[in-house]
């Protein structure tokens, strides 16, 4: 008896009886479904579950089949691609035959006609179960910077571990600024692109791999920049669902994309955790600060966006000015910083003069050499195994001068909260 994972994306739950019903009486065959009606839903399914099938119902969207069927072949590359219709639901420009041979360019292996028959099931099931790709192009890794609290740095962090890795790897990484309402990136890259994410909108019907890289505006590091729209009245037709096929698209075509994302904890943002490997939660040792990303952990908790994809970067440490020590930070927010990037005033003047801060830094100064440690982690985990490595955690430095402030007194300035 086998029992093949079954993964099934459709608009409306009345297939799911449909599809059970249709294997009821087939006596070796004990499918375990899997339902999904969201496209990020049936990506990141298809990435954890790695079924033997993919059921995609298709319907008058093709751009959105082509999504899903690119995607979820990058995601499960030994899975059989099969379409399910209803011929009754068909555009009545298009015939049975004409939508097979267009979804089969698409990558459609295999048809159900609705109301499946068990015959039908079964013989699909025959044809299909015995794996084939073998030798896929391994997806790039999507990382994105987030904050609930802005100017703390998160979009110069971003920048930075941008540049740094298109350093090493030329062309191969995408920096995406889905700060819809005011991106900085290519301000802070000294670009004045004639693209943004409003010319992918615009061009959606046929967007694709080739039409995103023509949209690209390219930095002297090698790296690609999709350019957040000049201001938030061009981004107000963008969406969530739009950014997500974005994402999907940039991830087979680079090795890193790094997403800068607003500090704002919306549906833009619900989309790139949805779909990003790693999420690097910006902060700094103020402590307003340290009081409103607490609660941003225990929001990231109840959306269920897992701790394992998830590192804290401490950004523009310093105690000279009476901030909490590393240590302390650890404390209050229940985990120690994964990353300490030390204060260094020219990391503010290069963003402001647009010449980003690691293409001049010396090797030997520190923040450039928290930035590189930052990037040699990404550049770890993304050639790691499935699962990945975890990213190497980083001890805070000790800065040189100045007076800490101590667990007490940053206990009595949180109101008694630091256990």
């Not at 995601?75 to 089969?104: F, N």
């Not at 979009?155 to 740094?164: E, M, Q, R």
């Not at 930035?371 to 975890?390: K, S």
């Amino acid at each position: 008896m086998t029992s093949p994972r079954i993964l099934v994306h459709r608009t409306e739950s009345s297939l799911d009886e449909e599809l059970r019903n249709a294997m009821a009486s087939a006596p070796n065959v004990h499918p375990v479904f899997h339902f999904q009606s969201d496209l990020r839903g049936t990506i990141g399914a298809a990435k954890d579950l790695q079924p033997s099938i993919v059921i995609l119902e298709i319907g008058e969207d093709f751009e959105t089949l082509k999504t899903l069927v690119e995607e979820s072949i990058a995601a499960a590359p030994d899975a059989t691609i099969v379409g399910v219709y209803d011929v009754q639901r068909l555009p009545a420009s298009s015939t049975e035959s004409s939508m097979m041979m267009r979804a089969l360019r698409l990558g459609v292996e295999d048809f159900l006609r609705r109301p499946v028959a068990g015959s039908d099931f079964r013989q699909v099931l025959q044809r299909r179960l015995a794996p084939r790709r073998k030798s896929h192009r391994a997806d790039g890794k999507l990382i994105s910077f987030i904050s609930n609290k802005g100017g703390v740095g998160k979009s110069t962090a971003a920048v930075n571990v941008a540049v740094t890795l298109a350093m090493r790897y030329p062309d191969r990484v995408a920096l995406i600024d889905s700060s819809l309402q005011m991106g900085v990136c290519a301000t802070q890259l000294d670009l004045s692109p004639d693209t943004t994410l409003v010319d992918a909108w615009q061009q959606r019907d046929r967007l694709d791999e080739s039409l995103l890289a023509q949209l690209m505006t390219v930095h002297e590091s090698g790296l690609h920049l999709l350019a957040a729209p000049e201001n938030a009245i061009e981004a107000s037709e963008i969406d969530d669902s739009f950014l997500s096929r974005i994402l999907l698209m940039a991830r087979r075509s680079y090795d890193f994309v790094i997403i800068d994302t607003f500090p704002l904890f919306d549906r833009t943002v619900m989309a790139v955790l949805d779909l990003c490997d790693q999420a690097v939660i910006v902060v700094e040792n103020v402590v307003p600060t340290l009081q409103t990303v607490r609660g941003f952990f225990s929001l990231l908790d109840e959306v269920e966006f897992p701790q394992h994809r998830q590192r804290v970067l401490l950004n523009r440490y310093s105690t000279r000015a009476g901030g909490p020590r590393a240590s302390d930070v650890g404390r209050y927010l229940g985990r120690n910083p994964d990353y300490v990037i030390p204060h260094d005033q020219r990391v503010i003047l290069a963003a402001n003069t647009g010449r980003p801060f690691v293409l001049n830094a010396t090797r030997w100064n520190k923040a450039a050499a928290a930035i590189r440690t930052l990037a040699d982690d990404l550049e770890a985990f993304a050639v790691a195994p499935a699962g990945g490595l975890p990213l190497a955690t980083v001890a805070a430095p000790q800065q040189a001068g100045g007076d800490l402030i101590d667990s007490v007194a940053l206990e009595d300035r949180l109101g008694g909260e630091l256990r």
